[in-house]
């Protein structure tokens, strides 16, 4: 080869070197992100959300990379009409660990990510959306910590909030009547409040009554359950036809009004009102898996009196949703009465309807 042709290669040679080997390098650090994901988020510089590189392609369109598995849940947290998509990144080798009652256990590197936002019509599937916030639990060293990502409006990336934001939404809803919003994201505390178990933080939704169910983003044979035993990402799952389910609380086909309404109060309220729970000490236990009638709200007169309980004399009064404490904390807007105390800044009539024909349904001769 003449010396003329070799002085023409080399530098192609040395810059694709050089390219390789710094594709490389934002690979493996990538990698070192997720395998290790405070060590780098304790460093002196935040990571963006895209530096977590949970997502392929426009960081928006959400689409996983592996290890990044999506889930849904029976019946979602009310959360101003946003809409949610769910992942798990569970590390190589790592797998959830089944429990009848409580959330899953997951093993150390793993990291829960839950996506908030609102499409421009409520009608239109697929369409053109915007998101507000990305929430990651992670897990290290037997530790929850919760980060809050809160998204540009070129929706390109997400900055890390730990002071909350109020966000003006607006959208199309399903009636096709336009509605407004001010969204409020929750600074740090808040997300420590509403997830703290006993001392500790813990996950809320990843319950086997809240998977136990399809979603077409993992398979349309099986449910989710199933699909995370074949992969090997479950352990100690029992047999198929003892699993828990909890229902859809808009979905009539999916059980009972009181099915529905026990679901919904879970997933709505029990993570504060349960026994470990922020709100332990009103003595309200809102799980589904509770079967105290007077736990559960029945003719169970409030810890305090007046602003809160709107001078009501019981939880729920059953027959009578108008003397009940937990419909007219519903209705509320005011931060010092509603509930969900965070969470939500306008009222969900659905949710308050579906409670209200609960509270209608029950027999005034309840033994406890």
């Known amino acids: 080869m003449s010396i003329t042709r070799l002085l023409f290669i080399l530098p192609l040679f040395i810059l694709s070197y050089s390219c390789n080997s710094k594709q490389q390098n934002i690979t493996k650090a ?42 849904t849940l029976n019946t979602p947290l009310f959360s101003n009409y946003a809409y949610k998509k ?8 790592t797998q959830m660990t089944y429990s009848p009652d409580e959330v899953f256990s997951f093993e150390n590197g793993t990291i829960l990510i839950k996506n908030f936002y609102y499409p421009e019509d409520f009608r ?47 959208w199309t809803h399903t009636d096709g009547i336009k509605k407004s919003t001010v969204y409020n994201v929750p600074n740090n505390n808040q997300c420590k409040n509403c997830h703290i178990n006993g001392k500790e933080i813990s996950p809320i939704g990843p319950t086997a009554a809240q998977l136990n169910r399809k979603y077409n983003m993992l398979s349309n044979q099986i449910n989710q359950l199933e699909f995370y035993d074949k992969k090997g990402l479950l ?20 059980g009972s009004v009181e099915d529905r309404a026990k679901a919904y109060l879970d997933i709505n309220c029990a993570h504060c009102h349960q026994p470990q729970g922020s709100a332990k000490n009103s003595g309200l236990d809102l799980r589904l898996i509770q079967t105290n009638k007077r736990k559960q709200g029945i003719f169970k007169p409030p810890i305090a009196a007046g602003k809160g309980s709107g001078d009501l004399q019981y939880s729920i ?23 969900p105390e965070i969470g939500r800044s306008i009222v969900h009539q659905e949710g308050i309807d579906l409670i209200s024909e609960y509270i209608k349904n029950l027999k005034v001769n309840i033994s406890y």
Do not use: C
């Not at 769910?86 to 080798?93: I, T």
């Not at 036809?241 to 808009?250: E, R, S, Y």
């Open 30 to 71: 990538k990698k070192v992100i997720l395998e290790s994901p405070l060590i780098v988020q304790n460093s002196n510089e935040n990571l963006l959300l895209s530096q977590y590189d949970f997502f392929s392609g426009n960081l928006s369109d959400l689409r996983p990379n592996e290890n990044i598995l999506p889930y």
């Open 86 to 93: 769910r992942f798990v990144y569970l590390p190589n080798g």
């Open 124 to 170: 239109i599937k697929n369409g053109p959306k915007k998101i507000i916030e990305t929430r990651l639990l992670i897990k290290e060293k037997d530790d929850w910590k919760a980060l809050n990502y809160i998204w540009r409006d070129n929706q390109k990336d997400a900055d890390l909030n730990y002071i909350g934001k109020k966000l003006n939404i607006s």
């Open 235 to 254: 352990k100690n799952l029992p047999d198929h036809d003892n699993l828990p389910k909890f229902a859809v609380w808009d979905n009539e086909k999916t």
């Open 317 to 339: 009064v059953p027959g009578s949703p108008e003397e009940s404490i937990i419909i007219y904390r519903m209705r509320s807007t005011d931060p010092g009465v509603m509930m």
